[in-house]
Structure formats: C-alpha cells, structure tokens
C-alpha cells in the first residue's frame, strides 16, 4: 500500500458521532482532564464541529496530536472518498486527515490520527509489530473478530490498519465508550499484549492508558510469547 495514502472504512462502534445522534448522554471525564496539543488547521468545519475534533484529539499523546497538520472536514463526498468516510494522507511533507461531515465522529478521528503518527515515525514496515501480527492479517471473510491479535475485520486488511484499529479501540475504551477486549476469546494467544505493549513503547498510547486496557483484558491473557 502507497505510504502516502490510507483509506479506512469505519463502524461506529458506539464512539460518539456529531452527526447521527450516537451521544453520550453525559461527556466522560477524561476530555477536561487531558490537555489539547492540536495546532493544525482545521477547515470546513464550525465552531461546534472544530471544539469536537480538538476536545476528541486532546486525549491522545501530544506527539500523536501535533503529528497531524492538517483536518478537513468535506460537505460532500468527492471521488476522494470513493466507499471511505474519512482518509490520511502524507502529501508535500504534511499530514492531513480528510473526513465526510456527516461521519463525523470520535473513532474516526482517533483511527485517522494513528495514521497520521505512523506516517511521522517515517516507518515503512514495522519489524516488531509485523513479527506480532504472524498469521493474523488477510482473512476478512468467514472469522469472528476478535481473532489471532485483530481487533475487528477491517484491521486485518494490512498492519497500518490493524495498528490504527488498535488505537481506534484503546480510545474507545479510556473515553468509556464500546470496546472489543473483553470479547477476546482465543485471550491465550500472546499477540494481543505484543501489539498492546508497542503502542506504548511506540508513543501511540500514554502508560495511563496502556494500564487501562490492561484492567479489561482477559485474566489469562499471556504476557508475550503465546501463539504464533
């Protein structure tokens, strides 16, 4: 897949939407409690839309947040777009996150910003996190995710994708929305603490977080090793 572009298709997955009506009936915590690092430009959006994208990104490490330099929020979907509702792409030495308004929403932003931060680690293939993906990556059809390290489907098109679902769903889970880790069933399989533990070492999550995830993970879930 070209470094300089990623597509993403995206299930809301009960993360907060500005658009459809998905709210939470109270705003957690967490999003006054962290501090915001966003100095990119966001266009096309309003004012509400503009507090929503920094208050969502603020929860994120600084270094993921001031790796984005720029947010664009489109009225209508362009050829761009294609089946997507939202994509990152590395152009002219800048990161840039084009999103559909009306798919406008938290989990998308954390996915999409996990892109933009891969893109500024300058890393064309990660050896560690590719040695823990294994066999896991390719098989979109007929398996039930949760599976061998994958979150959900789409993270098993390739490993910028798995890695972006990864975030996606650690930020799910600190902002108290849905979540997949407690739903991991093959828990004995070493892969999901493998990707878990190079989020942090990576920068991608904070030590709060990665602690957070730890709580709701299987109580057999093994530290390292584990299936290949």
């Known amino acids: ?20 009506g998905v709210r939470y009936p109270e705003k957690p915590k967490i999003f006054s409690e962290r501090v915001s690092h966003l100095r990119c430009k966001i266009e096309g959006a309003n004012d509400f839309e503009k507090e929503f994208i920094a208050e969502t990104l603020s929860i994120m490490p600084g270094g993921v947040q001031q790796a984005i330099d720029r947010i664009v929020v489109h009225k209508e979907k362009t050829a761009d777009f294609k089946d997507v509702a939202a994509y990152c792409e590395y152009i002219g030495g800048k990161n840039e996150i084009h999103i559909l308004r009306e798919k406008l929403s938290r989990s998308i932003l954390w996915h999409e910003a996990a892109h933009a931060y891969d893109f500024s680690l300058g890393l064309d293939d990660d050896a560690e996190w590719l040695r823990a993906v294994g066999d896991g990556l390719g098989h979109t059809d007929g398996r039930v995710y949760p599976s061998r390290g994958v979150l959900k489907r789409y993270g098993a098109r390739n490993w910028l994708e798995d890695r972006a679902v ?48 730890l709580k709701v993970l299987p109580k057999k879930m093994e530290v390292g090793g584990g299936k290949r």
């Open 166 to 213: 990864w975030v996606e769903y650690v930020y799910c889970l600190v902002s108290g929305a849905w979540h997949p880790f407690p739903h991991i069933t093959d828990a004995a399989d070493g892969r999901y603490r493998q990707k878990l533990d190079l989020l942090l070492a990576r920068g991608f999550i904070s030590r709060t977080d990665y602690e957070s995830v």
């Open 1 to 20: 897949m070209p470094k300089w572009l990623i597509l993403a298709v995206f299930f809301v997955s009960g993360c907060s939407s500005v658009t459809t």
